[in-house]
């Protein structure tokens, strides 16, 4: 028999709805034809990678060294950790070096690896809403429990709503900018706020909670905004990241841990990180792309098709009278379930799937009476969904 959390999780709604939608979109395209569905249900990036990508791909796969696809040290090549922690020292503005780099499977093995190095049973997670669904499970992994805060109306940070959540147990905060699903990019601001919240917090009960950046969409950004540094401001800081969504590189699962080189116990948890990489069988990054990483994180890299394709689906969903939070990065809209539904946005997306659209519901992101789309998709897709949104907001239930 299976285990028994594994078979309750799995049975639950909410357990991995993301992925079973995508999935249904597949047989929805197989039975209707792929023009006629409108999936807007994974974030899996439909840019191509940047040019210097794939000379990088061509030139290291073209290597026959002895001994270039065998082990490395646990926690990545010597010279990749170095050139992450280029990247690092030009977007948090301190100095980083290698020491403080521990490569990884992707933002979600890094955050489990973190979990893993950091987390006692019983110990506590914070997490602002909406949050990416996952962290449910990567907190439990390892024995943790997820508290979810909630945000200020525009899901900007409530720095005061942290502050009192905070306890002895508190392990770690999370925060993701910008933020999936909502688009939110948290302001210098609140970052320096939440800060002195933690900074706080510490000085009262010994305990100064880890604050992990989850940072994949950093790069994802429309109006000139930038993500502020969190390395400067508090010195517990650990940044997850990976370049699944600023290359659209998700299958090849690369990414690193990044811990504040001021961090107290710096030494001591990155060697528990790179612990961590080994005992959860990740044993290493994949050496492939360590070294196309490497060579091409810096690429440039034009993300304005998502900032065409956000005002394309905004026009779409102006026309249908749905609502939204206005985004600020990535490529996703957190849209309220409209009126005469009650909340209830389980019920909503199946009604949107019998209009052949396919979303997430919000309920999964820890807020009911939400939806979410994901608009890294053709503009074709987004065009043509016109009419099938304004038909299914204007039908009732059960129509």
Same mark, same amino acid.
């Given at each position: 028999?299976?285990?028994?959390?594994?078979?309750?999780?799995?049975?639950?709604?909410?357990?991995?709805?993301?992925?079973?939608?995508?999935?249904?979109?597949?047989?929805?395209?197989?039975? %209707?034809?792929?023009d006629h569905v409108f999936d807007f249900s994974l974030g899996n990036p439909d840019l191509e990678p940047p040019e210097e990508v794939f000379q990088a791909v061509a030139r290291i796969?073209?290597?026959?060294?002895?001994?270039?696809? @065998?082990?490395?040290?646990?926690?990545?090549?010597?010279?990749?950790?170095?050139?992450?922690?280029?990247?690092? +020292?030009?977007?948090?503005?301190?100095?980083?070096?290698?020491?403080?780099?521990?490569?990884?499977?992707?933002?979600?093995?890094?955050?489990?690896?973190?979990?893993?190095? *950091?987390?006692?049973?019983?110990?506590?997670?914070?997490?602002?809403?909406?949050?990416?669904?996952?962290?449910?499970?990567?907190?439990?992994?390892?024995?943790?429990?997820?508290?979810?805060?909630?945000?200020?109306?525009? /899901?900007?940070? $409530?720095?005061?709503?942290?502050?009192?959540?905070? +306890?002895?147990?508190?392990?770690?905060?999370?925060?993701?900018?910008?933020?999936?699903?909502?688009?939110?990019?948290?302001?210098?601001?609140?970052?320096?706020?939440?800060?002195? =919240?933690?900074?706080?917090?510490?000085?009262? +009960?010994?305990? %100064?909670?880890?604050?992990?950046?989850?940072?994949?969409?950093?790069? &994802?950004?429309?109006?000139?905004?930038?993500?502020?540094?969190?390395?400067?401001?508090?010195?517990?800081?650990?940044? *997850?990241?990976?370049?699944?969504?600023?290359?659209?590189?998700?299958? #090849?699962?690369?990414?690193? &841990?990044?811990?504040?080189?001021?961090?107290?116990?710096?030494?001591?948890? =990155?060697?528990?990180?790179?612990?961590?990489?080994? *005992?959860?069988?990740? =044993?290493?990054?994949?050496?492939?792309?360590?070294?196309?990483?490497?060579?091409?994180?810096?690429?440039? !890299?034009?993300?304005?098709?998502?900032?065409?394709? !956000?005002? #394309?689906? +905004?026009?779409?969903? $102006?026309?249908?009278?749905?609502?939204?939070?206005?985004?600020? @990065?990535?490529? %996703?809209? /957190? !849209?309220?379930?409209?009126?005469?539904?009650?909340?209830?946005? @389980?019920?909503?997306?199946?009604?949107?799937?019998?209009?052949? &659209?396919?979303?997430?519901?919000?309920?999964?992101? @820890?807020?009911?009476?939400?939806?979410?789309?994901? %608009?890294?998709?053709? #503009?074709?897709?987004?065009?043509?969904?016109?009419?099938?949104?304004?038909?299914?907001?204007?039908?009732?239930?059960?129509?």
């Amino acid at each position: 028999m299976i285990a028994k959390y594994i078979q309750e999780v799995m049975s639950s709604r909410s357990a991995s709805a993301i992925r079973k939608m995508f999935e249904e979109g597949i047989a929805l395209k197989a039975q %209707y034809g792929a023009d006629h569905v409108f999936d807007f249900s994974l974030g899996n990036p439909d840019l191509e990678p940047p040019e210097e990508v794939f000379q990088a791909v061509a030139r290291i796969a073209a290597d026959r060294t002895h001994g270039c696809h @065998g082990y490395m040290p646990n926690a990545g090549y010597p010279e990749v950790r170095e050139a992450m922690a280029a990247k690092e +020292t030009l977007e948090q503005g301190v100095q980083v070096t290698g020491s403080s780099v521990i490569m990884s499977c992707g933002a979600a093995g890094a955050m489990n690896c973190v979990f893993k190095a *950091v987390l006692n049973p019983g110990d506590e997670v914070l997490v602002p809403v909406p949050f990416f669904s996952e962290y449910r499970h990567y907190v439990g992994n390892h024995g943790g429990i997820l508290r979810e805060v909630q945000s200020k109306p525009d /899901f900007s940070l $409530d720095t005061n709503a942290i502050a009192r959540s905070l +306890t002895e147990r508190t392990a770690a905060v999370i925060i993701n900018s910008p933020n999936n699903p909502s688009g939110r990019i948290y302001s210098a601001a609140d970052i320096a706020s939440l800060a002195e =919240v933690l900074h706080e917090h510490g000085r009262k +009960t010994g305990r %100064y909670p880890y604050l992990i950046c989850d940072e994949p969409y950093r790069a &994802i950004t429309f109006g000139g905004k930038k993500v502020a540094p969190v390395f400067s401001v508090y010195e517990h800081a650990v940044v *997850v990241t990976s370049f699944a969504k600023n290359l659209s590189l998700p299958g #090849e699962r690369i990414g690193y &841990i990044c811990v504040n080189p001021a961090c107290p116990d710096h030494d001591e948890l =990155v060697a528990a990180c790179i612990f961590a990489t080994r *005992v959860l069988g990740y =044993v290493n990054a994949p050496a492939f792309f360590q070294k196309v990483a490497a060579s091409s994180w810096n690429a440039p !890299c034009d993300y304005s098709p998502y900032e065409k394709r !956000c005002h #394309e689906m +905004t026009a779409v969903l $102006d026309n249908a009278g749905i609502s939204y939070a206005e985004p600020e @990065g990535a490529f %996703y809209l /957190f !849209c309220k379930v409209p009126d005469g539904w009650n909340d209830d946005d @389980g019920a909503f997306v199946d009604h949107l799937k019998r209009h052949l &659209i396919l979303c997430a519901p919000g309920s999964g992101f @820890g807020c009911k009476g939400w939806f979410r789309i994901a %608009y890294c998709v053709s #503009e074709d897709t987004i065009v043509n969904s016109k009419a099938a949104f304004y038909t299914a907001a204007h039908t009732k239930q059960g129509e």
